[in-house]
């Protein structure tokens, strides 16, 4: 499971909250990621990171912000949660040295946005 | 952006047969295409990957194989499993530099006994 750890698993909020979700590692990769799933469209990119308080944008971040303040905890935050942020949300890391690196997933987090 | 898409979106085969699933991609720079199989309510899970410099990998049962000058890739499972029944995703990425990955939509495979 390459030491990845997702918090909270299962969540309920209302719309207009705000909702952080927590992604740890254990082992220091440099890269981290969040990705959004949603029945249909597969898995799409929502933030990544390459090193504390190094990050940037992906495919789908409108409404999302991150942080990373230490290696191995990367935070993503819905600053006012909307119904259409409903999803599952998987945390990823890139593990290995050199040009390519194989990711790996967390288990998950279910958001469920009211 | 690179753009993946993946077919088919569903494939239903006998246990004992073969499974091809395929994948084309936009970018011609992409040089890494891992495929990932989901079970119901778990994590996407690598089950191979090959590099742009590679055209065929293979691994017990499964395989993948790459046309770069085409840019498509596909996977093949071979003597197909109920066990092999869930969800699968290829992915394309250029490697060096944020390793971000597009992934196709996904191809829900179910294997009948």
């Known amino acids: 499971d390459a030491g990845i750890t997702q918090s909270p698993r299962h969540k309920v909020t209302e719309t207009g909250t705000p909702v952080t979700l927590r992604c740890h590692q254990t082992e220091n990769h440099r890269y981290m990621y969040w990705y959004r799933q949603d029945p249909g469209h597969g898995l799409r990119l929502i933030h990544y990171?390459?090193?504390?308080?190094?990050?940037d944008k992906g495919e789908v971040s409108d409404g999302y912000s991150v942080s990373r303040s230490k290696t191995e905890d990367f935070l993503l935050t819905l600053e006012s949660a909307t119904s259409s942020q409903t999803s599952v949300y998987f945390c990823?890391?890139?593990?290995?040295?050199?040009?390519?690196?194989?990711?790996?997933f967390g288990p998950g987090t279910r958001l469920t946005v009211l | 952006g690179e753009n993946v898409e993946q077919h088919p979106s569903t494939l239903s085969v006998q246990e004992g047969d073969s499974a091809v699933i395929k994948c084309t991609y936009s970018d011609s720079a992409s040089n890494y295409f891992p495929w990932y199989k989901q079970e119901l309510g778990k994590r996407p899970q690598l089950i191979i990957d090959?590099?742009?410099?590679?055209g065929e990998k293979k691994d017990q049962r499964i395989a993948v194989t790459l046309n770069k000058t085409a840019k498509h890739f596909s996977l093949h499972i071979t003597e197909t499993q109920p066990e092999d029944s869930a969800v699968y995703f290829c992915?394309?990425?250029?490697?060096?530099?944020?390793?971000?990955?597009?992934f196709g939509k996904g191809t829900k495979l179910s294997v009948i006994p």
């Open positions: 090959i590099r742009s410099n590679v």
């Open positions: 990823a890391i890139s593990v290995g040295q050199g040009a390519i690196s194989e990711q790996f």
């Open positions: 992915a394309a990425s250029r490697g060096a530099g944020s390793y971000q990955l597009t």
């Open positions: 990171s390459y090193g504390v308080k190094d990050t």
